[in-house]
């Protein structure tokens, strides 16, 4: 059964970056059957798509945030990252990372697996 | 990106059956069978309880069913129990450049 964890900083300062890494268990980043995603949900909001990206390093982008998100994927760590630039505090919330059901090319089921979530409060 | 639309709560007593509905466009629900349905209870993940419009994923009761109608899906929880008090949230494909998007989420009572 697919495991994911998230790790990175939990304050980040507004106007900087936010980096965040999902470290993924119990079956390879590489296996071609998920895209591998993040979601975030702000605190007593719904939530959020952000991003996702294929083993192979191709990345879809929410257009709300594509200005600002960068996703990679570390196929020999088994593992893939959230960049985000320019952060606000809008930009506070519980981030998740998912693994995502491909279907087809650019084509998506459902979210199967999630992290636990991590907390990152935008502030000075 | 527009969210689509969810009623903010729902109740029911012990043993009734509540229905959820998702409401999106042509462009989302409508336009692909890749609707799916999450509980979030309290300060946890989501976790999916209905892909694909109507799948139940392994381990999820068959208290839980999905459906869709045109640009709306809906979920029922039936013989409602206690520990289905949660978040509930849909979601959808959504194509080209919006990829996806989830819905409001809908607060479920258990009277």
């Known amino acids: 059964q697919l495991q994911l964890q998230e790790s990175g900083p939990g304050l980040v300062k507004p106007s900087e970056t936010l980096s965040l890494t999902c470290t993924v268990s119990?079956?390879?980043?590489?296996?071609?059957?998920?895209?591998w995603a993040w979601v975030r949900q702000a605190p007593g909001v719904g939530l959020d798509w952000i991003a996702f990206?294929?083993?192979?390093?191709?990345?879809y982008y929410n257009p709300s945030l594509q200005s600002r998100v960068t996703m990679s994927v570390d196929t020999s760590r088994n593992r893939f990252s959230l960049r985000l630039s320019s952060v606000t505090a809008a930009d506070t919330a519980v981030y998740y990372c998912?693994?995502?059901?491909?279907?087809?090319?650019?084509?998506?089921?459902?979210?199967?697996?999630w992290g636990p979530g991590t907390l990152v409060t935008v502030s000075s | 990106q527009s969210a689509l639309t969810q009623p903010p709560s729902a109740s029911g007593s012990p043993g009734q059956s509540v229905t959820i509905s998702c409401t999106g466009t042509?462009?989302?629900?409508?336009?692909?069978?890749?609707v799916s349905w999450y509980q979030q209870q309290p300060g946890k993940a989501p976790a999916v309880i209905i892909y694909?419009?109507?799948k139940r994923p392994s381990g999820v009761p068959d208290r839980f069913s999905g459906s869709k109608s045109g640009n709306t899906a809906y979920l029922t929880v039936s013989g409602l129990q206690t520990e289905d008090e949660a978040d509930y949230y849909c979601?959808?494909?959504?194509?080209?450049?919006?990829?996806?998007?989830f819905g409001t989420g809908t607060e479920v009572t258990v009277l």
């Open positions: 979601s959808s494909f959504a194509g080209n450049n919006r990829w996806g998007v």
């Open positions: 694909e419009v109507s």
């Open positions: 119990g079956a390879s980043i590489s296996s071609g059957g998920h895209y």
């Open positions: 998912a693994s995502l059901r491909r279907v087809a090319a650019g084509v998506t089921s459902h979210f199967d697996f």
């Open positions: 990206v294929a083993y192979t390093g191709s990345t």
């Open positions: 042509s462009n989302d629900v409508g336009g692909y069978n890749y």
